[in-house]
């Protein structure tokens, strides 16, 4: 058995000030530090099927096929304790195509966290995010601070 390749993981807060009700937009930036092409799920999962009465946008279907296929996972705690997922599941099984990602390219994933936790309760939250399969593992982390007015404040690490 092989051990996957880590590729470094960015994990950002795109909201300036994210209200305890609005949304909370997070980018995360995977990057294959390698000196060797990795071959990777593609993201891109297209768009929810025209029956399925999708609830929520097109980034969080294709994030939540991902989820659902086990090759991304988002953790979120407030002041410590686990967030409840809301538990968008597309109920759908499309097949994912892979791509090469070269030394130094990179893929990014766009998405409003509210669509997946309920956040909202004034606090500090972290937001943990693994992206893995059989060949690469990639780990990144933001944490950002709710209060019950509409300001916050973030940081950002990543694992290598």
């Not at 195509?97 to 990014?108: E, F, K, V």
């Not at 780990?139 to 916050?152: I, M, N, P, W």
């Amino acid at each position: 058995m092989t051990m996957a390749l880590t590729l470094s993981c960015a994990v950002r807060l795109d909201t300036d000030r994210p209200g305890v009700l609005g949304p909370i937009r997070v980018s995360v930036t995977i990057v294959n530090d390698a000196d060797q092409s990795v071959d990777v799920v593609n993201p891109d999962a297209g768009s929810p099927p025209p029956g399925l009465q999708w609830p929520a946008s097109g980034e969080a279907y294709r994030l939540a096929v991902l989820i659902g296929q086990g090759l991304f996972s988002l953790a979120v705690e407030r002041d410590g304790h686990p967030v409840p997922s809301k538990g968008l599941a597309p109920w759908v099984t499309p097949i994912l195509a892979r791509r090469a990602l070269q030394p130094n390219a990179s893929l990014s994933l766009q998405f409003d966290l509210s669509e997946f936790f309920a956040l909202d309760k004034p606090g500090l939250y972290t937001v943990t995010i693994t992206y893995h399969d059989q060949d690469v593992r990639a780990e990144g982390y933001a944490t950002f601070r709710v209060t019950s007015g509409d300001h916050a404040s973030s940081s950002s690490a990543a694992d290598a």
